[in-house]
């Protein structure tokens, strides 16, 4: 099973905008873009609003049966471990196995000896195609990055296998990710832990590091983006190296945990991976549920009505709601709306304020932010609130699909004539 060279991670809650997801790629693919959909859901998101891995699969499988798709795509299990990964193996067919946690734990003394000698001949000055620096490369360097390191590729390692003795070797995807951590991790680092990978025997298609910045759920990027630009690039660059010196797939590419709408890098992104022709996987966290909202303001009356009443058991559960959030949203509270001021507005103030447009004046990114991280409360409000996405379907999907093409896949894959010529070229 091979993941094509572009491919867009397509987040959905609630498991109910399949259809309105797939549409958006399906139009990129009518323009000539070669794009394959991936619908990821982590065990966490499933776990808050009571679904199973099952579910992913069968809105997947119903969208594309729909829509009559034929190209390629996948359900991946996103960041599972070794505890939590059973539930996800039938259903899925790409796996993110998140390592995070083993970061910085220590492999044994001689699994670390025996790295840093097999790994000694990139000592001194490491030069990486398309990097303009050499990277001063020494033991002790090497040695620190196995000890921080090893156990975490071990342990993907483990998880892999588990998974191949279920499926076959072969049947799925495999991606790495080690975004959920404290620290980004350098190119060098990079390229040793992809040394890592293959000596483990992971054939991983996709990797997911940790870049420098905050990447706070449902809004923008927060940093710096010219030193984002040239850390993504050499993370493309070291992906292609260690491609070539380690025999990893040759369709490995990066794989960026967004947290949706990162808007201010997605044009460094395009320029880099035309740059490097290289693939690119982008996931989006589930800013699809927010779309639903919108949609539901839209449309007036009791979707309107709902939308509002989110709002408002949203808000007096600030703390319980941010809480698991903490780290990758930054609300100003002062900014937060009351509830009587939102129970005066009309649908179109409250989808101006939630849709992420920084150019209109209502947007409030403060209020984008609590919504998102309240779909446990839409999740607790049950068959109300699904029954108003099957009523408002039209609307609701409209709003969806939209904002897939226009705001990520535009942007990301549409930008260069790149994913087009390749199509041509190969005569699709
Ligand atoms: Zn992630």
């Not at 090497?142 to 191949?164: C, E, M, S, T, V």
């Not at 201010?264 to 320029?271: D, E, H, L, N, V």
Request: proline share 5%; glycine share 8%; hydrophobic share 40%.
């Amino acid at each position: 099973m091979i993941l094509p060279k572009y491919s867009f991670g397509v987040g959905d809650r609630f498991c109910h905008q399949g259809k309105a997801q797939l549409s958006a790629v399906m139009k990129a693919n009518e323009r000539g873009f070669d794009i394959t959909p991936v619908w990821n859901k982590s065990n966490r998101e499933h776990t808050i609003i009571g679904t199973i891995p099952a579910d992913t699969r069968k809105e997947a499988d119903d969208a594309v049966a729909a829509f009559r798709y034929g190209g390629p795509y996948f359900v991946d299990a996103d960041h599972i471990g070794l505890d939590t990964v059973d539930p996800f193996i039938e259903p899925s067919d790409f796996f993110t196995l998140d390592v995070a946690d083993f970061i910085t734990k220590p492999a044994d003394r001689a699994d670390t000896d025996s790295f840093v000698k097999k790994y000694d001949k990139y000592i001194g000055s490491l030069a990486i195609d398309g990097i303009d620096e050499n990277f001063n490369v020494t033991d002790d360097q090497i040695r620190a990055i196995a000890n921080k390191f090893l156990l975490a590729i071990r342990q993907a390692g483990r998880i892999y296998r588990h998974i191949a003795e279920a499926r076959g070797e072969g049947n799925f995807i495999t991606e790495v990710s080690m975004d959920e951590t404290d620290e980004p991790q350098t190119p060098v680092e990079m390229f040793f832990i992809l040394a890592a990978i293959a000596d483990e025997g992971i054939p991983a298609q996709t990797i997911a590091p940790k870049f420098t910045g905050r990447f706070n759920k449902g809004v923008d990027y927060v940093g710096d983006i010219a030193g984002f630009s040239k850390e993504f690039e050499q993370d493309v660059a070291v992906v292609a190296f260690a491609v070539r010196e380690f025999g990893l797939p040759e369709n490995l590419k990066l794989s960026i945990h967004s947290g949706s709408d990162k808007f201010s890098i997605y044009g460094p992104m395009a320029k880099a991976i035309k740059k490097f022709d290289a693939g690119l996987h982008i996931k989006t966290a589930g800013t699809t549920w927010l779309e639903e909202l919108i949609g539901l303001a839209l449309a007036g009356g009791e979707g309107l009505a709902l939308a509002k009443d989110v709002y408002a058991r949203a808000l007096p559960r600030f703390g319980e709601l941010c809480g698991p959030y903490a780290t990758v949203i930054d609300i100003n509270t002062v900014e937060l709306p009351t509830i009587e001021e939102v129970n005066a507005w009309d649908g179109q103030h409250f989808a101006s304020a939630l849709r992420h447009d920084p150019s209109c004046e209502q947007y409030n990114p403060s209020f984008r932010q609590l919504l998102h991280v309240g779909y446990k409360v839409a999740a607790e409000m049950g068959s109300r609130f699904l029954n108003a996405l099957d009523t408002y379907e039209d609307v609701i999907a409209r709003n969806v699909s939209e904002n897939i093409l226009e705001r990520h896949l535009q942007p990301v894959f549409m930008a260069h004539p790149q994913a087009r010529d390749r199509r041509k070229s190969q005569g699709l």
